[in-house]
């Protein structure tokens, strides 16, 4: 089984991997996929080509469209999910392409219709020393990229990330990556942190386990702001962490280290303890558990904050309970807290924020080609300002078929 990331009203690397994997974990985007039987093969015509086409239909109740604390509307919306996944390899190289539409009919918030988009192209080439990846992601999502903000919010994000690693001895290996990420709000409210990024980074892996590697890295990131630029921003990392393999049973992609938010024009700046990534944990075959977390600085929307700190985590099961049918449990929270004072609605203070998602998803594979699936999730916020606070249920169908 393979799973897939989603997309949101108004960021972290992924390591060198083999292309399929990739392409279904960043280009399906919140689509579960049948296993990889039902692929294509094209080989016989074009030598190492296989593609991936698949629907997914989904029907969902939104408790609370628009996540407000008061004049809540409530809505069933209808997802249509087209997409495909390809990828062609030839000798020591990879290409891979994936793309899916996510199209939302509202019942009764029409004018809320929107079509989301997903791409992602992966150029992989691995000789006995050296791996280059050049990727590009790009987003088009009416759903909140980041937890400050709430409701749908159309957004735009394209990131173009190459990196190389190098192995030196059998232990060591060196890597670099370079990064650009492109922003692009379409509503007012946050089109203020509409920014370019250009990112530069060095890692040295020391494989200590069979399959997993000790990681160091230092990086280097500039923001620059489209509409204000006495909001650009320089950024430094140090992390330390394990990835890959750590043991049969566990693996791991977390890190931990110092961030530097260097401002400029005289705004807060930020230095402090960083992290990010998960462990995950497989008992047995039938099992498992994934813990996730992540700190780290926030560019914001809200007020005169340049920006927020986010401290979070989760934990999620996922459990087959007899064959063909699976459950998965999880919860994730965390806190969003701003340096500054503000005043909203005649209240003073600093805001600070406190969010939590919880869900249960069944799904059951009848056939190699078709997976079906019910899910529930409950969103909610706290705030110092209670304008910002919301809850949120909702309930979903969904069937995904592959060709």
């Not at 989904?58 to 996944?85: A, C, H, K, L, M």
């Not at 059998?170 to 990024?197: C, F, K, M």
């Not at 702001?225 to 394990?242: E, N, P």
Request: charge should be neutral.
């Amino acid at each position: 089984m393979r799973r897939a990331m989603t997309g949101r009203r108004g960021g972290a690397r992924i390591g060198t991997t083999r292309l399929r994997a990739w392409a279904l974990a960043l280009a399906l985007a919140g689509a579960s996929l049948p296993g990889s039987a039902a692929a294509l093969d094209l080989s016989q015509w074009v030598p190492g080509l296989r593609v991936t086409p698949f629907l997914t239909q989904r029907v969902e109740y939104n408790s609370n469209v628009f996540q407000v604390p008061t004049g809540v509307q409530s809505d069933v919306i209808f997802w249509t999910t087209p997409g495909v996944v390809g990828d062609y390899t030839f000798g020591n190289y990879t290409l891979s392409l994936g793309y899916r539409a996510e199209i939302q009919n509202y019942l009764e918030l029409t004018s809320q219709n929107f079509v989301n988009h997903v791409g992602a192209l992966q150029f992989l080439a691995e000789f006995p020393r050296l791996t280059v990846t050049v990727r590009n992601d790009f987003i088009r999502t009416n759903e909140p990229p980041i937890s400050e903000l709430s409701g749908p919010i159309a957004s735009n994000t394209n990131v173009l990330a190459p990196e190389a690693e190098y192995r030196l001895t059998s232990r060591l290996s060196l890597g670099a990556n370079v990064g650009w990420t492109h922003v692009d709000y379409q509503d007012p409210a946050a089109e203020v942190i509409d920014r370019d990024e250009y990112q530069v980074g060095l890692t040295a892996f020391w494989r200590l386990f069979t399959k997993g590697d000790v990681r160091v890295d230092v990086a280097y990131r500039r923001a620059h702001f489209k509409q204000d630029s006495t909001r650009d921003v320089d950024y430094y990392l140090l992390t330390a962490g394990l990835r890959g393999d750590i043991t049969d049973k566990i693996a791991s992609t977390f890190r931990i280290g110092l961030q530097v938010r260097d401002a400029k024009s005289g705004q807060s700046g930020f230095s402090g303890l960083a992290f990010s990534g998960d462990l995950v944990y497989r008992p047995r075959a039938t099992t498992t558990i994934t813990l996730t977390a992540q700190r780290s600085t926030v560019d914001s929307a809200f007020g005169d904050e340049p920006f927020y700190v986010t401290t979070g985590g989760g934990i999620a099961v996922r459990q087959e309970v007899w064959r063909r049918v699976s459950v998965e449990a999880r919860i994730a929270g965390g806190i969003n807290e701003y340096p500054g004072i503000e005043v909203v609605n005649g209240v003073s203070g600093r805001r600070k924020d406190g969010f939590l998602t919880a869900g249960l998803n069944v799904e059951y594979q009848p056939r190699e080609w078709l997976l079906l699936g019910v899910e529930y999730r409950h969103n909610f916020r706290r705030s110092t300002f209670q304008i910002f606070e919301f809850d949120q249920d909702r309930v979903i169908g969904k069937a995904t078929v592959i060709f």
